[in-house]
């Protein structure tokens, strides 16, 4: 179950990301490949994680996947938890827009 979330409300991407940063044998792990594992099995990607990110490398690789992806990416709009981001030309460079529950959308970013 890709949207479980555990006890302490993080998700697999985020505690995976937690662990990154908070782990003491963090430098003994690959937290690229386990958020890589992650996101390829169709983890979502919220916005705000990428910016949160503490580690920069993290960060850059996570960017990266959603610049790549931008269909996996959401972003949280008023109104709906979870939405898919949808990059368009006509809102100018660097806009996107959110597809709420499929059937509207507001501008973001």
Do not use: K
């Not at 555990?6 to 430098?27: D, V």
């Not at 099995?41 to 960017?63: E, M, W």
């Not at 938890?81 to 460079?93: H, K």
């Amino acid at each position: 179950d890709l949207s479980h979330v555990n006890g302490y409300g993080g998700t697999l991407l985020s505690t995976i990301l937690h662990g990154s940063e908070n782990n003491p044998a963090r430098a003994d792990r690959n937290h690229e490949a386990c958020l890589r594992l992650a996101l390829e099995a169709g983890v979502t990607l919220p916005r705000h994680v990428i910016t949160a990110t503490g580690r920069s490398d993290l960060r850059r690789f996570l960017s990266d996947w959603a610049e790549a992806r931008p269909g996996q990416g959401v972003c949280e709009c008023p109104g709906s938890p979870s939405t898919t981001v949808m990059p368009t030309e006509s809102l100018g460079p660097g806009r996107q827009v959110c597809i709420i529950a499929g059937n509207g959308f507001s501008p973001v970013g």
